[in-house]
Nanobody, 121 residues
Framework: QVQLVESGGGLVQAGGSLGLSCAAS????????MGWYRQAVKKQRELVAT???????NYADSVKGRFTISRDNAKNTVFLQMNTLKPEDTAVYFC???????????????WGQGTQVTVSS
């Protein structure tokens, strides 16, 4: 079983910055893609950014140029630096990771519990 624990988030004024981190632990052999998703009130969960084990990144158009995703493979940790935040970035942010628990084991796809980010206008 693989657990993801997020930290960071909170309340910030528009134009400000926040950083999120997410550490994976448990029975991990390898982690492939890690990413961040968010869900605003009364909206569906949406992709924010993902990063592969080799460092290839993908961003939602709405955050390109403002958010930066990175990871520390040795620590099974993914980060999200959020700059120039806007009120529409307000949401619960979820960490996601997929990988294997052994060379031949079933792929896992785990989610964190979510952390609230609130941007005031």
């Amino acid at each position: 079983q693989v657990q993801l624990v997020e930290s960071g988030g909170g309340l910030v004024q528009a134009g400000g910055s926040l950083g999120l981190s997410c550490a994976a632990s448990g029975n991990i052999f390898s982690i492939g893609r890690m990413g961040w998703y968010r869900q605003a009130v009364k909206k569906q969960r949406e992709l924010v950014a993902t990063i592969t084990s080799s460092g290839s990144t993908n961003y939602a158009d709405s955050v390109k140029g403002r958010f930066t995703i990175s990871r520390d493979n040795a620590k099974n940790t993914v980060f999200l630096q959020m700059n120039t935040l806007k009120p529409e970035d307000t949401a619960v942010y979820f960490c996601n990771a997929n990988g294997r628990t052994s060379p031949v084991a079933t792929i896992f796809d785990s989610w964190g519990q979510g952390t609230q980010v609130t941007v005031s206008s």
